[in-house]
């Protein structure tokens, strides 16, 4: 059988050995063969850097955005190759779909993400100006620039097609190539993956690389600007980290370790209540799901003692319904785990965890199957464990990396905090629960050793996407044990590869190079009104200034008995005055911030079509009566939208009265026609 093909330095790579046999999870059979000889690493990198990073990096926040978007429907058009493909695995039709349609939502979600929070540019500013001086003349910002290298993605088994697309995601959002390396058991389902990625001839060349087989001497090559993700086991994330050109080098490394989540009940969560029932149905699930192949999945249950009997008899029948067998069959609720060597893995660890605990439930040497051979395909049935003596080292040290969980007793909110903990950090922990007072405090007492918290009850259950499934806009990772990194994260992934670099300059230099006006830098005041120029006619350090407008008692009452807003201090004159802030009766904020609406707005038809927003809005000074306002509005950043006709200004407005003195400052955001709606 021919070898798998990788994709490097623009072409597919026949390799040239046979390679080593990789089999059907299902029935044992060869379907393919796995090796990475003959391929240069070095110059596959390299061309990642000089083919695939310019031309992204040229493309805008919006662009890539717009490009992940299409992929992500060009794959969904053929995900049912991808769930076919996914039987070999070992993986049901309801795995394939977590594990292909995850993906493919991944994709969606950072396309909108990026549309949303990002701006049509290739620079993010972190944060706001920092001023410098005190005369105004010096200032700083920090911006995120694209690392200049390739992103190195090493994947686990058990998400062939999430894993690999969860992280070519925010790397090609951010500007970076990618070179995907896919673990050897399911590398078939991944080379296929970027197969047809290549195929849609969507995204730059360069900007996706694919290896399968063995990284080799990869490691060797990278540099500063390079970034290494790796998804997999806690002791091979240890041994990469500690390469000596990933350490000498100083190259960005995140992992994302296997570790021993845990599920926790609440006392008040007796049998006959929802969030009994919730945890019961979640425990089983996440033992279930990918037969139990997953670094979220629930390792550890934690119930109060007096229900733990409970518990593990309503689990134990709901785990007599699951039907393990070929995963191509309808009736079929578990299939094979990934590999004949991770089944023999998964009994070794259980032989050692049933040194703390009986089981409740399933035997790991032995399995009923349906419609497969129960030793040529991979199978295991699943297996309940109960330890009595939840202090046991055991349940909270050795991961079964297949559909196995432990059930143990806690009695008190302080114990289960602790016990918890005692897994050296986690990606995922829940707790079900309809008490608030208890989920606060084994939330806050958990959190330092977990990436991510759920807390379930019978409200949210009905929308919760459960305890084992990352979010694109959530953190996915954990500390200690779990690879004290994080994945996803929704902008924060984006940024992980990018470099924040802090900018010194003068207001005018500093606008120059971020291409947003910085208070301080000149003004182009006069001329055509601000409102009357279409997007492309806009700059940064457009500016109207209009008034003055006088403030008068009248104006003060109107408006209190226009909206019905009569707090004491515009209205009361010896109350306003009793106020510490005040001299006396004082102007509605709002009424300041509607006057000066009134003042810089151009009133007749023109490109600007909406108003839509304020923000960081501040009162500063009081208005009194007989104050006169002027406000001075400067556009601050203009940001094309991708393909639409508009785009979106932000201006900056500084409301003043006569002795110069800010009485009130905020940013006003409109969305302005383009001349050309063909324009970027």
């Known amino acids: 059988m021919t070898p798998l093909s990788s994709y490097v330095n623009g072409s597919w790579h026949v390799p040239g050995d046979e390679g080593t046999p990789v089999l059907d999870a299902v029935t044992g059979e060869e379907i393919a063969r796995l090796s990475s000889a003959g391929i240069d690493f070095a110059a596959a990198l390299d061309h990642g850097r000089r083919t695939g990073g310019p031309p992204l990096r040229e493309l805008t926040f919006h662009q890539r955005a717009a490009l992940l978007k299409s992929l992500a429907s ?16 070992g993986a049901t039709l309801a795995d394939a779909r977590f594990d292909v349609d995850g993906g493919i939502g991944t994709l969606f979600s950072y396309s909108s993400k990026g549309r949303r929070e990002l701006p049509n540019d290739t620079l993010y500013l972190d944060g706001g100006v920092e001023p410098l001086g005190r005369g105004g003349t010096f200032a700083g910002q920090h911006l995120c620039t694209p690392l200049l290298g390739v992103a190195v993605q090493i994947n686990a088994f058990n998400f062939p097609v999430w894993g690999p697309l969860e992280k070519l995601a925010p790397a090609f959002l951010a500007g970076m190539p990618s070179l995907v390396k896919p673990a050897g058991q399911t590398a078939y389902l991944t080379a296929r993956l970027v197969e047809l990625i290549i195929e849609s001839g969507l995204l730059p060349e360069g900007s996706v690389q694919l290896v399968c087989g063995d990284v080799r001497d990869l490691l060797d090559h990278l540099t500063e600007q390079d970034v290494v993700a790796f998804t997999g086991s806690a002791a091979t994330a240890r041994k990469l980290r500690a390469h000596p050109v990933i350490t000498s080098r100083a190259v960005r490394f995140n992992a994302e370790a296997d570790s021993l989540n845990c599920s926790i009940l609440g006392p008040d969560a007796t049998p006959g209540t929802a969030e009994f029932d919730l945890f019961v149905r979640q425990l089983v699930t996440e033992m279930t799901v990918k037969a139990g192949q997953k670094c979220t999945a629930i390792r550890r249950a934690f119930v109060p003692a007096g229900l733990l009997g409970d518990v593990a008899e309503a689990a134990a029948a709901r785990l007599a319904e699951i039907r393990v067998g070929d995963p191509a069959d309808p009736e079929v609720g578990m299939g094979a785990l990934a590999g004949l060597d991770q089944r023999e893995e998964v009994r070794r660890a259980v032989k050692v965890l049933m040194s703390a605990g ?37 349940p909270h040290e050795i991961e079964a990396f297949g559909p196995v969980s432990t059930l143990m007793p806690y009695t008190s909110a302080d114990e289960v905090v602790a016990l918890a903990a005692r897994g050296r950090g986690s990606l995922v922990g829940s707790v079900v629960t309809g008490d ?32 084992g499934s990352p979010l694109p806009v959530l953190v996915h990772g954990g500390p200690g044990r779990a690879g004290g990194g994080e994945e996803l994260g929704g902008i924060r992934g984006v940024l992980h590869h990018m470099q924040r670099t802090a900018v010194q300059g003068s207001p005018a230099m500093l606008t120059a190079i971020t291409g947003r006006w910085t208070p301080g830098a000149p003004r182009a005041a006069g001329g055509v009104h601000p409102f009357r120029k279409h997007l492309e006619e806009l700059r940064p350090g457009d500016t109207v200034v209009a008034g003055p407008r006088r403030v008068s008692l009248a104006d ?26 005040f001299d006396g009766r004082v102007a509605h904020g709002y009424l300041v911030v509607s006057l000066a609406a009134g003042l810089f707005v151009d009133p007749a038809p023109g490109p600007v079509l909406a108003n839509y927003g304020l923000e960081n809005l501040r009162f500063l000074t009081p208005v009194y009566p007989d104050d006169e306002l002027t406000v001075t509005l400067t556009a601050k950043h203009v940001d094309p939208r991708e393909g639409a006709p508009h785009g979106e200004v932000r201006w900056d407005a500084d409301v003043t009265k006569q002795d110069g003195s800010s009485v009130a400052k905020y940013d006003v955001l409109t969305l302005v026609a383009k001349r050309d709606p063909e324009s970027r």
């Open 556 to 581: 003060i009452e109107h408006f209190a008995e226009f909206t019905g807003d009569m707090f004491y201090a515009h209205m009361d004159e010896e109350a306003a005055r009793a106020n510490p802030f």
């Open 436 to 467: 608030g007072d208890f989920a606060r405090r084994v939330v806050l007492g958990a959190a330092p050793w977990h990436g991510r918290l759920l807390v379930l009850d019978a409200e949210s259950a009905a929308e919760s996407t459960g305890h």
């Open 358 to 394: 009986t089981a409740v439930f399933g035997d790991a040497e032995q399995v009923r199957v349906t419609g497969a051979d129960a030793e040529r395909g991979a199978f295991v049935s699943p297996v309940l464990l109960r330890a009595e003596d939840p202090g046991r080292a055991e």
């Open 74 to 89: 060009y794959l969904r058009e053929h995900r049912e190759e991808l769930y076919r493909l996914s039987l070999h695995t």
